[in-house]
């Protein structure tokens, strides 16, 4: 079945370093991506997608880059903050339904 | 703008009991959804909606029902609670099929 996955459930990082989570996917017709960010007791927060004919988009101290030929995702946290410290999870989207990942937990040591 | 507001924040109820969990978005967002997450596991889409009047179901729609008779609203009602539906229950909304979602930020329910 479709499904979306991540490699790692915990990352541990220094303050100032830069972060990389992945994700797998397996849906080849899946034409959206995003990631989300969830805080402790909060809901999810978009932080950033990708469309499927696009295989990197940056915002601010975000980078999502997208292989199709392997189905990953990644997303790259530049510099990352104590306040970067949540759970990360990917979605793919294909027609009106989302499927998550279980979520990375990101841990930022000061 | 509020974005998506959830009513209530915690609830418990005991097993057999009825509840109705309230969400309410004032970003004119065609499509609505409700997911529950568990620990350790993703979010799992129980049902949702593409425009008013009209809803479907989703990975995990057992023990559920769902309502939109407004645009902006979209109501999941438990008919008899079970322990297995002890969870954190989002709504979340968006404009379109390519377009991110709109979290609330939850509603706690536990059943004993």
């Known amino acids: 079945g479709e499904s979306v996955g991540l490699h790692l459930p915990t990352l541990s990082v220094q303050e100032g370093d830069n972060s990389i989570i992945n994700c797998a996917y397996s849906?080849?017709?899946?034409?959206?991506f995003i990631w989300y960010k969830q805080e402790s007791g909060k809901g999810p927060q978009f932080i950033i997608d990708i469309r499927s004919n696009m295989d990197k988009r940056q915002g601010q101290r975000v980078t999502v880059l997208l292989n199709k030929t392997v189905k990953h995702l990644s997303l790259q946290i530049a510099a990352t903050q104590p306040g970067d410290s949540a759970v990360y999870f990917c979605a793919e989207t294909g027609g009106f339904k989302t499927i998550f990942g279980a979520g990375t937990r990101l841990f930022v040591k000061a | 703008n509020a974005g998506v507001t959830q009513t209530p924040k915690f609830r418990v109820l005991k097993t057999g009991q009825s509840m109705t969990l309230l969400c309410a978005q004032d970003?004119?967002?065609?499509?609505m959804y409700w997911y529950r997450q568990d620990p350790g596991m993703g979010l799992r889409l129980i049902h949702y909606?593409?425009?008013?009047?009209?809803?479907a179901k989703g990975e995990v729609p057992d023990g559920y029902n769902v309502s939109r008779l407004k645009k902006q609203n979209f109501l999941l009602g438990l008919e008899s609670a079970a322990p297995s539906q002890t969870s954190v229950y989002f709504c979340?909304?968006?404009?379109?099929?390519?377009?991110?979602?709109?979290f609330g930020s939850g509603t706690r329910l536990t059943v004993v």
């Open positions: 970003m004119n967002h065609e499509y």
């Open positions: 849906n080849s017709a899946s034409d959206y």
């Open positions: 979340a909304s968006k404009t379109g099929t390519l377009y991110g979602y709109t």
């Open positions: 909606s593409v425009g008013e009047g009209t809803t």
